[in-house]
């Protein structure tokens, strides 16, 4: 708990975002990550994509928030193609 305190001052940031996963997610992210702009990161993506704590811990093995934008891909486009169909 004491960790936790520690790590999330802000108690609106406590009660907007962290208290929305699971004690155990909470856990996870404290034990591997020491950044804060990056447990932030993967606190928004667990809620986001509603990961289980079995996701989170591949996506925190993997490195998902380094990886995040580095790979080629042409989705933008087309989500423009799929847009203009409509």
């Known amino acids: 708990m004491r960790a936790f305190a520690q790590a999330y001052p802000d108690e609106e940031l406590v009660q907007q975002?962290?208290?929305l996963i699971p004690?155990?997610?909470n856990v996870r992210i404290l034990?591997?990550?020491k950044d804060q702009t990056?447990?932030?990161?993967y606190?928004?993506?667990t809620?986001?994509?509603g990961w289980?704590?079995?996701v989170l811990v591949h996506q925190i093995e993997s490195k998902l928030y380094?990886?995040?934008g580095k790979a080629t891909t042409n989705f933008n486009r087309w989500d423009d193609f799929v847009q203009k169909q409509k």
Do not use: C, F, M, P
Not at 38 to 41: G, K, Q, S, V, Y
């Open 52 to 54: 289980s704590r079995n």
């Open 43 to 45: 606190l928004q993506q």
């Open 23 to 25: 004690w155990g997610h």
């Open 17 to 19: 975002v962290v208290a």
């Open 47 to 49: 809620i986001q994509y």
């Open 31 to 33: 034990d591997t990550i």
């Open 66 to 68: 380094h990886r995040q």
């Open 38 to 41: 990056e447990r932030l990161w």
